[in-house]
């Protein structure tokens, strides 16, 4: 197994140190409309090191000058997408397009490995790159623990104090808690814990990193973070696109396995954690774990529910169902909606329940966190019950339309005592002006520069399986229980809003 090694820190917003990055699935989609945007952007803002290479490795056949050009595609059709074409930086453009080669490659042979060990020598020496590597395994899951084999055995990824070597793996890891503990030991076998990244895209997105910050560089919100003043909290991963062209991967996976072991168990712990005692990678990690080792065992029959889309409309247009979908099974008992109701046993939330749900094919896309206030204990306005007081929330907006909001009773002008709903409502766009960027920049760079904090530990990722662990078996291959079913394009299925109606909670409105 291979020790930890400290390696010297690049502070935040500096150049990252020279390096290669190594791309396995440098064909592929994720490549294409991701990786290679987020590099051009880490290029147009100096945070790319001045001596760099980067290497794509995949299966089909390319030259070097065929790769540069595609990659060249993929960045000019982000720009123009994202309205920029105009003003794209084309000398650092250039300059990225030409640091790059292409090794075609069987990620299964041996063979391919010793190419690439030699194509890395070679580049390192003809562009003045130092020996540190970032292998980036954009891939689809089963070739993660070979890959990492492959490169351990071939020398790839040892290190010295002189140099890293680190390695990208992309969710999901593993598909449940056994599955993901056999990975990580096959990947420890060759790796060690600190050469690790597993990725979270979501912990790229501003607004998500903004959770840690809005929670703890504020005095107001803290004192109140806890049972005594929270009625509930409810976290909403909402999305619009149906399956698309994934059926293979989707119909194996499910919503379940897809977002809430990893995304929206990162929504929670970030909303959850206790104070860490530094930003340190290892300060963060370990109150995300604790949290997340804190959720008590959930009750798959009266606690969860999981959902498929059946047909609907949204904005006059008709959706077809999932089992419509192209490569889906007519009978596809696939889950594409899925809500749950946690509780944490620990002193600040012991009592509180914490409502989660994403889904498909839903009427909007929206993700964000609404923690519910408690109502006043009485009501001092004659004719007012207190259950008329509608409580405060505070909504953590993270997407699409970013920002914060507030909600709370105001006076409505006139003779009589009324009370009006009003809020304050934050926009980021209103504050910032955001360079459009896919949110990969931050974790590339991160990962160049040495830190951790906004990857996954493999405590944390077994955390996560650990808690859906029950849901899993109760639902799992040949079991015989129902499913239940939405209308796409509404906002999910009755039998989640009577997991909150129970006790006369209910879900805030997508709007
Ligand atoms: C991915 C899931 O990890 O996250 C997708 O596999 C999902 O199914 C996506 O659509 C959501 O990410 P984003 O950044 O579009 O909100």
């Known amino acids: 197994m291979a020790q930890d090694i400290e390696h010297p820190k ?31 952007n ?47 930086d084309e000398s650092n453009l250039k300059r990225l397009l030409q640091s790059m080669s292409y090794l ?38 089963r070739f993660f623990g070979g890959i990492v084999d492959h490169l351990g055995q071939s020398g790839l990824v040892g290190e010295t104090n002189n140099f890293w070597r680190r390695v990208v793996v992309e969710k999901p890891f ?38 840690m910050l809005m929670r703890f560089a504020n005095g107001i919100f803290e004192p109140l973070w806890n049972r005594d003043h929270i009625d509930h909290v409810q976290i909403t991963v909402a999305e619009t696109v149906g399956v698309e062209k994934r059926a293979a991967f989707y119909e194996t996976t499910g919503a379940m396995r897809d977002m809430v072991p990893n995304h929206v168990f990162q929504l929670l712990a970030l909303t959850a954690m206790e104070s860490p005692s530094s930003f340190d990678a290892n300060a963060v990690r370990n109150e995300k774990t604790k949290v997340l080792n804190s959720v008590h065992r959930v009750n798959p029959a009266t606690d969860a529910v999981r959902a498929q889309y059946s047909t609907g409309q949204r904005d006059g247009q008709a ?44 009427s909007k896309r929206q993700s964000e966190i609404m923690i519910q206030f408690k109502r006043p204990p009485f009501s001092l306005f004659r004719n007012t019950a207190t259950e008329a007081l509608t409580p405060n929330g505070l909504v953590i907006k993270l997407q699409p339309d970013e920002g914060a909001m507030l909600t709370f009773g105001a006076k409505i002008p006139g003779p009589k005592i009324e009370i009006g709903q009003v809020k304050m409502d934050f926009h980021y766009k209103d504050y910032f002006q955001n360079a459009p960027s896919t949110g990969y920049e931050t974790l590339i760079y991160d990962c160049m520069i040495g830190d951790a904090t906004l990857f996954q530990r493999s405590d944390s990722v077994m955390a ?14 040949g079991s015989s229980q129902p499913i239940a079913s939405y209308a796409a394009g509404s906002d999910g299925p009755a039998e989640s809003d009577a997991l909150l109606n129970t006790s006369q909670r209910s879900w805030r409105a997508l709007s």
């Not at 075609?104 to 020996?131: I, M, N, P, R, T």
């Not at 996560?464 to 291959?477: R, T």
Request: aromatic share 10%; hydrophobic share 40%.
């Open 174 to 211: 593993g598909h449940d808690l056994a599955s993901a503990q056999t990975l990580n030991t096959q990947l420890r076998h060759s790796l060690a814990e600190t050469q690790i990244y597993r990725m979270d895209h979501f912990l790229g997105k501003e607004t998500v990193q903004n959770i």
């Open 319 to 362: 959706l077809k169902a999932y089992r419509q979908e192209d490569g889906v099974a007519a009978d596809s008992s696939t889950e594409t909606y899925v809500a749950m109701k946690l509780g944490i046993d620990n002193w600040r939330w012991a009592g509180v329940p914490f409502y989660l749900r994403t889904g498909k094919a839903m």
């Open 42 to 88: 880490l290029a147009r803002t100096n945070l790319l090191p001045d001596n760099f290479a980067l290497i794509g490795v995949d299966r089909l056949e390319m030259s070097d000058l065929a790769f540069q050009n595609h990659v060249e595609e993929a960045v000019r059709a982000f720009a123009a997408d994202k309205h920029y074409a105009q003003t794209l």
């Open 104 to 141: 075609s490659a069987d990620f299964a042979d041996a063979a391919s490995y010793q190419q690439l060990g030699e194509k890395l020598k070679q580049v390192q020496q003809s562009q003045q790159v130092s020996e540190n590597v970032m292998f980036y395994l954009a891939v689809g899951a």
């Open 10 to 40: 690049t502070l935040h917003g500096e150049r990252a140190p020279s390096c290669s990055i190594v791309i396995f699935g440098a064909g592929g989609d994720l490549t294409k409309r991701l990786l290679m945007p987020a590099l051009y």
């Open 464 to 477: 996560g399986w650990d808690i859906v662990k029950p849901l899993q078996e109760h639902w799992g291959q």
